[in-house]
C-alpha cells in the first residue's frame, strides 16, 4: 500500500524527535532511517494508537527468553489463536486461527495461557500514558484508543506528531511493549493508518490526499464492511472504494440502508464523529434489524438473549462494566423507542444485562411490530467494580459463577460451544437483515451512525 509519507518538505526523526533540515534518507542528526515526512505533517491532530501484538509482547516483556522466539497466546491445543507475535505471524499464524492449525505452521511455537487480568493492568498503565498527552482519549479496546490532540501545542511545546512519536518511545521505553500510531484528520482515517506499517509504525493520511488513497483500497477497509457484507458488495460487482466514489448518495442508501450513508460518506473520506472521553454518554451495545417484523415475547426473546451475551464478552474483552441497561427498539413504522434502567451495582454479566433487558421490553409489548432490537450498557466503568457477590440475592452470585464457568469453556472451545436454553437452536432469528451491519468497534457511543 502506498502513502505519501515522505514528503520531502517537512519531518522529523522518530528516535531522536529532530526536526528535518533536508531529504536525506537518514536523520542528520543520528543517522536513523525512521524519519516521518508529510505535507499536513503539522497539521494533523487526530490519532489511533494500537499496540502491536499486545497480548504476546507483554508476555515476551515479562520473559526476555521468547524474545526472539514465536509466541502465541491462546487456550490449549482444541482452542484458538488470540494473539500470535510477529514471528510467529511471519510463519502464517492469524488471531482466530483454531491452535492445532497455528502448530502445524509453526510446531516451534511456544503457547501461553492468556493471563487477561495482567494485560488490564498493563492497558490501564498504557492509557494512564495517553491521558498524558491529552484528555481526549477514547479507548475501543483494552489497547488501542483515539485520541484528539487539537490545542495541545502550547502545553507540550510541539506539534501532536512529534507529542505521538515521543509517546511511542515512552511505552518502549517505560511499559516495554511497541505500538504503532496513525494520525489523521478523521477517525476512520487515523484507525486505517495505525495499521498500515505494524509493528512499531507511525502513518500519515492527510485531507488532500484521502480520496485518491482510498479510491484504490478494497471495501473492506471500510468500518463496518465485514466479510459477509463484502460479499454482498462483491456480488453487486463492487470491490474497490473507488467505485463506491461514482455512485450517489440515494442509490447506496436505497441498496443498502444505513450501512449505505456509511459507505457514502466513509468512501469519500468524510467522517464527522468525534473523539470523546466521555465514559457517561458512552456505551457498549448491540443490535439487530429483523427480516420481518416481530412483535411478541417468542419472537424477540431469544434474540434479546444472543444480543446480551455480545455486550457482555464485549464488556470482558474490553475490562469494562456498566451501570445502566439501554434497551432499544425501532418500530415498523421506523419510530425509536429507548429505555434505561439503572442497577445498584455495574454490570458485565449477560444473564443481568438480558433479565433487566427483558423487564423493559415486557413493557413495550404492546401490539407494535418491532424491526429493530437493541440492548447496551452505559455509564461505564472498570469491571473491577462490577457484580459483587450479593448477599441478599444467593442465586446472583451463583449465577455469576455459572456464567464464569461458560465463559471458561467458550475461551476454549469457541463460542458455539456453550447456548443457553434461550438461543439454543434459534440463533437464526438473530441474524442481522444486512450481513455486517453489527459489525462494529466493541466501544462505541450509544446507538452512534454517521
Ligand atoms: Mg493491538
Excluded at 499464524?93 to 509453526?106: D, H, I, N, Q, W
Excluded at 460487482?237 to 459507505?263: D, P, V
Excluded at 473520506?269 to 448491540?286: F, H, I, L, P, Q
Aim: glycine residues 8%; proline residues 6%.
Amino acid at each position: 500500500m502506498h502513502t505519501a509519507v515522505n514528503d520531502p518538505e517537512h519531518g522529523f526523526c522518530r528516535d531522536c524527535l529532530t526536526p528535518q533540515p533536508n531529504a536525506a534518507p537518514r536523520c542528520a542528526r543520528c543517522g536513523s532511517p525512521r524519519l516521518v515526512r508529510h505535507p499536513e505533517l503539522y497539521r494533523l491532530h487526530l490519532a489511533h494508537i494500537d499496540c502491536d501484538a499486545f497480548y504476546a509482547a507483554v508476555e515476551k516483556r515479562d520473559n526476555p527468553a521468547l524474545k526472539d522466539r514465536p509466541v502465541i497466546v491462546g487456550g490449549g491445543k482444541r482452542g484458538v489463536v488470540s494473539t500470535a507475535c510477529y514471528i510467529a505471524r511471519i510463519n502464517g499464524v492469524r488471531s482466530a486461527m483454531p491452535m492445532f492449525k497455528a502448530l502445524e505452521a509453526c510446531p516451534e511455537a511456544v503457547v501461553i495461557k492468556p493471563d487477561m487480568e495482567k494485560y488490564a493492568r498493563v492497558g490501564r498503565e498504557v492509557r494512564a500514558m495517553m491521558q498524558d498527552l491529552t484528555p481526549l482519549v477514547e479507548p475501543i479496546s483494552i489497547d488501542e484508543a483515539f485520541l484528539d490532540l487539537a490545542g495541545t501545542e502550547r502545553l507540550h511545546g510541539m506539534p501532536p506528531a512529534i507529542v505521538l512519536a515521543r509517546f511511542e518511545k515512552r511505552l518502549e521505553r517505560e511499559i516495554g511493549i511497541t505500538a504503532s500510531v496513525g494520525l489523521s484528520y478523521c477517525k476512520f482515517l487515523a484507525k486505517v493508518a495505525s495499521d498500515f506499517r505494524k509493528p512499531r509504525g507511525f502513518s500519515v493520511i492527510g485531507e488532500a490526499e484521502a480520496h485518491d488513497f482510498l479510491a484504490m483500497q478494497p471495501v473492506t477497509l471500510i468500518w463496518g464492511v465485514g466479510k459477509a457484507f463484502a460479499a454482498t458488495l462483491e456480488r453487486d460487482g463492487i470491490r474497490t472504494i473507488g467505485q463506491l466514489q461514482k455512485m450517489e448518495q440515494a442509490e447506496l442508501m436505497r441498496r443498502y440502508g444505513s450501512m449505505g450513508n456509511r459507505l457514502y460518506h466513509l468512501s469519500r473520506g468524510r467522517d464527522e464523529r468525534v473523539v470523546s472521553a466521555d465514559r457517561d454518554t458512552k456505551s457498549v451495545s448491540a443490535e439487530t434489524t429483523f427480516d420481518q417484523d416481530f412483535g411478541k415475547m417468542d419472537d424477540l426473546v431469544p434474540v434479546l438473549r444472543a444480543l446480551s451475551e455480545k455486550v457482555s464478552a464485549r464488556l470482558k474483552k474490553a475490562g469494562l462494566a456498566g451501570r445502566t441497561v439501554v434497551l432499544k427498539l425501532k418500530s415498523n413504522d421506523f419510530r425509536i423507542r429507548t429505555r434505561n434502567r439503572q442497577l445498584e451495582d455495574p454490570t458485565r454479566l449477560a444473564d443481568r444485562i438480558f433479565s433487566t433487558g427483558l423487564e423493559l421490553l415486557r413493557r413495550e409489548i404492546d401490539g407494535t411490530k418491532y424491526r429493530l432490537l437493541g440492548i447496551g450498557v452505559s455509564d461505564l466503568c472498570d469491571a473491577g467494580k462490577a457484580d459483587p457477590p450479593d448477599l441478599v440475592d444467593t442465586r446472583s452470585h451463583k449465577r455469576a459463577l455459572a456464567e464464569g464457568a461458560i465463559d471458561a469453556l467458550r475461551d476454549k472451545f469457541g463460542r458455539g460451544a456453550v447456548e443457553t436454553g434461550y438461543t439454543f437452536g434459534r440463533g437464526h432469528r438473530g441474524k442481522p437483515a444486512r450481513p455486517g451491519e453489527d459489525d462494529e468497534p466493541d466501544v462505541r457511543h450509544p446507538w452512534e451512525r454517521i
